[in-house]
Every structure is written in structure tokens, then in C-alpha cells.
Antibody, heavy 120, light 106 residues
Framework: EVQLVESGGGLVQPGGSLRLSCAAS????????MYWVRQAPGMGLEWVSL????????NYADSVKGRFTISRDNSKNTLYLQMNSLRVEDTAVYYC?????????????WGQGVLVAVSS | EIVMTQAPATLSVSPGERATLSCRTS??????LAWYQQKPGQAPRLLIY???TRATGVPARFGGSGSGTEFTLTISSLQSEDFAVYYC?????????FGGGAKVEI
């Protein structure tokens, strides 16, 4: 059974930093591109970032480009999101998600999400 | 960026009734469209991909149709567990974008 478990969320002040982790199990992690998707409280879904299976390619939404960095450690089956220069508008539940088995850019497995709250 | 518009924002239906949700894209996405279901406090769940293909384990009462810029998610006979928010997502162009969601309520 595929499981994705996020951790590392919490309350941080504007301008601060946080690193999220997503531990994967039940899949050959190194074979899949992975994503971060976020959801502000009471709002819809927003794609944040993508990393290829090898980690050699990354892509970011304009809203986080230059501030967030996605990475992965295939030896540890773990995905990361380093978030710097955080803003109030980054407050959201952050989900990690797997690229579909058909290798198209939709998400067939999601983690349970982790809350990041940016507030002074 | 492709803008996704879902209608209606809220749909009030009774168990056993049919629900039809619409998703419109600002430019053609071919059939590169997915639907997700989200219940309160839970992560989204993939329902449909390729505009019309049900994901593994999704009941047959869920059906997707459309191509280009107009798409529909139909729930043929609503069960109590189907009351949720539904999102469409295009994966034809970067950035990947979602609709604003459609809530199906009693």
C-alpha cells in the first residue's frame, strides 16, 4: 500500500523558514516524480512544485519561485520542501503527491497533509 | 496560465439523485483533465483521469466526459459518502491548475 506521510509543519513568523518532509513507503520511490500541492484554509488547491524521479528536473509555481526549493533523497525515500522568506499568504495545508503511474501530471496518491501557518 | 472554472459552486441534491458538475478551461487541454473528491479534513482522492477514465477502485456511478474546454463529472445516483467537494485539474500545460471546487451537499 502506498503511503505518503508529511511532517515538519508548524507556526512560523513572516520572513522565516521551514522544511517539510514527506516519507514514502509501499512504492519504488525513485521511479516517480513527486509534487507539493497546497490548500489555504477554506480555499482550493494550488500546485506548488514538481521534482523528477532522479531529482534532476524541478519546476515551481510563480508564487513560490525563488523562495521554495524542492528536493529528494531516494536512498531515504523522502521528499522535501525548503521554504524560505515565508509570507502570510503561504499559510496552507501542504500535501505531497505522487505523479500518476501513467507518467502524466496528475496525482494518484496524496499524503494526509501538514499545516504551515505564517503569522506574527 | 489556464484558468479553470467550475459550476455550480454548490449543488444541493438528495441521495439517489443524479449530480452533474461542469468544468470549463480557458483554452483547450485536450483530454488532459482529472477530477478529485475531497471530504472535510481529508486529502483529495483521484476519481477520473484522461477526462473519462475512472481511477482504480472508483465506483461506476462516477463518470467523466468532455474534451477541449468543456468537461463534465456525473454522479449517477448519489450515495451519502459522495457528499464532498470536487475539483477538476488540467495537466496539459504548465503551471498545473485546478478549478475552484464544487461542493455537493444535501
Amino acid at each position: 500500500e502506498v503511503q505518503l506521510v508529511e511532517s515538519g509543519g508548524g507556526l512560523v513568523q513572516p520572513g522565516g523558514s521551514l522544511r517539510l518532509s514527506c516519507a514514502a513507503s509501499g512504492l519504488t520511490f525513485s521511479s516517480y516524480a513527486m509534487y507539493w500541492v497546497r490548500q489555504a484554509p477554506g480555499m482550493g488547491l494550488e500546485w506548488v512544485s514538481l521534482i523528477s524521479d532522479s531529482g534532476g528536473y524541478t519546476n515551481y509555481a510563480d508564487s513560490v519561485k525563488g523562495r521554495f526549493t524542492i528536493s529528494r533523497d531516494n536512498s531515504k525515500n523522502t521528499l522535501y520542501l525548503q521554504m524560505n522568506s515565508l509570507r502570510v499568504e503561504d499559510t496552507a495545508v501542504y500535501y505531497c503527491a505522487r505523479r500518476s503511474i501513467s507518467n502524466s501530471n496528475y496525482f494518484d496518491y496524496w499524503g494526509q497533509g501538514v499545516l504551515v501557518a505564517v503569522s506574527s | 496560465e489556464i484558468v479553470m472554472t467550475q459550476a455550480p459552486a454548490t449543488l444541493s441534491v438528495s441521495p439517489g439523485e443524479r449530480a452533474t458538475l461542469s468544468c470549463r478551461t480557458s483554452q483547450s487541454v485536450s483530454s488532459n483533465l482529472a477530477w478529485y473528491q475531497q471530504k472535510p479534513g481529508q486529502a483529495p482522492r483521484l476519481l477520473i483521469y484522461g477526462a473519462s477514465t475512472r481511477a482504480t477502485g472508483v465506483p461506476a456511478r462516477f463518470g467523466g466526459s468532455g474534451s477541449g474546454t468543456e468537461f463534465t463529472l456525473t454522479i449517477s445516483s448519489l450515495q451519502s459518502e459522495d457528499f464532498a467537494v470536487y475539483y477538476c485539474q488540467q495537466y496539459n500545460n504548465w503551471p498545473l491548475t485546478f478549478g475552484g471546487g464544487a461542493k455537493v451537499e444535501i
